[in-house]
């Protein structure tokens, strides 16, 4: 059976609670207890000591004097009250002392702590349980003087015994009123707590059923549809803002897939029409070995066109898949630059293309030199293709702090600022290039910006409409030259002292 997050919250604190409840109501009962048991124990050395006040010790004997002495003692039991005897050393009650305990009772009490011995103890009888304390009072040693005489008519004892006893019965009434207080307001208070406590947290979790009923409807085909956000300004609302926005980074990622596929159908579409096209043409009649030819050059070129489509989708398709990025190596930018333009020599718009580096600045980085060609020639291609011919096209390399930048900058048109965020994705062209009839299929500038991040850098783009386009590709720089420089000049210093 599944537990829900508010049953076991509730169990828990319930849990806890009741434990607290439990530990209080038990300290609070054992402090009361305790309490008033030492009420009685006080009562009854009260008792006893105002009865050893009305006795008079002599060398000749003990006599007892309650007439001379005001006794403050109850004759009857009660609630509080105090019952009392005096015997002499033969169990006998005196003849002026009231017996307030009966015969039966005084059974029990020596019974329970022996006849004439001094100490306490809890007996039961009649139907309740008593408290009874006894003390033995002894006439004192003769001294060795001479004897003092008697008092005419004064009965004395060898030794008195002093009983009283108390009934437990009210003290256990309010202990066991007290427990059932206590037992009732621990189970009241419990049972408030639970049902507080579960609608609390039904309350607070409301927002979580919402959020997950919510999250149950969204699909791919309503993509635009989010979480209600708590607006408690604590974790369930953080946690709804940050799960929308996970949908928002979903939905665009989505949109970015359907515009891919929509539009790596349509590319692929075109070549396979016209080579479609030209076939069925071509075979409608018999025609001569140069229409056929003219017409398997056309396909040709279709198919070249169509499998450098497919090439760039496969290379964007393992740029998402591979988790390892390519094998890197030392590469000094200032040589490979330059030997990689020579590779321009034969391009139409050689003329144009200038280099803008300066020869002591350190250019070491880590790359990929097959990729690093890609990236290059996909922005050199990019900047011939919208740019007229005899207008310069720049490739500057710079050393910034800690990363080499490699920058190919135009004099075209420019491109709008609603199109600048897109250009880097895969199959994207701005109107004005397609109203232009320019040449392209939107993947270059795409494949050269997962070089980049490939090769562990970025690639950012700038453009002034009507004044040109400037594509920058920052690469982290090794210290390797500088390193090997200082040590040189170490060297040389050594060699010259």
């Excluded at 006849?115 to 006439?139: I, M, N, P, Y």
């Excluded at 609603?418 to 270059?444: I, M, N, Q, T």
Aim: with cysteine; charged share 25%.
């Amino acid at each position: 059976m599944t537990m829900t997050l508010t049953t076991r919250l509730s169990l828990f604190f319930l849990g806890a609670l009741a434990l607290v409840l439990a530990g209080f109501s038990t300290t609070l009962y054992f402090l009361a207890r305790s309490y008033l048991y030492e009420q009685v124990e006080e009562r009854l050395d009260t008792a006893l000591n105002t009865l050893v006040a009305a006795v008079e010790i002599k060398p000749e004997g003990v006599e007892w004097e309650p007439h001379e002495r005001e006794l403050s003692l109850s004759h009857a039991g009660g609630d509080g009250l105090v019952s009392w005897t005096v015997r002499d050393d033969r169990g006998a009650p005196l003849p002026t002392s009231p017996v307030l305990i009966d015969d039966d009772f005084l059974a029990v009490a020596t019974a329970a702590l022996g006849f004439g011995d001094a100490g306490r103890q809890t007996v039961f009888h009649s139907g309740q349980d008593w408290r009874v304390s006894q003390r033995r009072v002894e006439k004192k040693a003769a001294d060795s003087g001479t004897p003092a005489k008697p008092e005419p008519d004064a009965v004395l004892y060898d030794a008195l015994v002093l009983t009283v006893a108390t009934s437990l019965e009210p003290v256990q009434t309010k202990l066991r009123g007290l427990g059932t207080v206590l037992v009732a307001l621990s189970a009241g208070s419990w049972l408030l707590a639970a049902a507080l406590g579960r609608w609390t947290c039904r309350r607070a979790l409301t927002p979580v059923s919402r959020m997950a009923k919510a999250a149950r409807s969204i699909s791919a085909a309503n993509l635009d549809q989010r979480l209600p956000n708590a607006q408690t300004q604590d974790e369930l609302s953080e946690l709804g803002t940050a799960f929308n926005g996970l949908l928002d980074r979903l939905r665009d990622s989505f949109e970015r897939q359907r515009r891919f596929t929509g539009d790596a159908s349509h590319q692929l579409r075109t070549p396979l029409t016209a080579m479609l096209g030209q076939a069925e043409v071509a075979l409608r009649h018999d025609r001569t070995t140069s229409e056929y030819r003219a017409v398997l050059e056309r396909i040709q070129f279709q198919a070249l066109e169509m499998r450098q489509i497919v090439e760039m989708l496969l290379f964007l398709a393992r740029a998402d898949a591979e988790s390892s990025p390519p094998a890197r190596e030392p590469l000094s930018v200032s040589g490979w630059v330059e030997n990689y333009l020579a590779r321009w020599s034969e391009h139409p718009r050689v003329a144009d293309i200038r280099l803008d580096m300066l020869a002591d600045d350190p250019l070491d980085v880590e790359a990929n030199q097959p990729l690093l060609s890609q990236l290059l020639d996909n922005l050199l291609e990019n900047a011939c293709k919208y740019s007229k011919a005899g207008s310069p096209v720049s490739v500057r390399v710079r050393r910034e702090a800690s990363a080499v930048t490699l920058t190919v900058e135009d004099a075209g048109p420019g491109i709008p600022a609603e199109d600048l965020p897109h250009v880097f994705e895969p199959f994207y062209r701005s109107a004005a290039s397609r109203r232009k009839g320019v040449a392209g299929v939107g993947l270059g500038l795409a494949i050269a910006r997962r070089i980049a991040v490939a090769l562990g850098g970025n690639l950012a783009a700038e453009s002034i409409l009507g004044q040109g386009s400037r594509f920058t590709l920052r690469l982290p720089a090794t210290c390797a030259r500088v390193k090997f420089a200082g040590a040189i000049q170490s060297i040389s210093e050594v060699t010259t002292t």
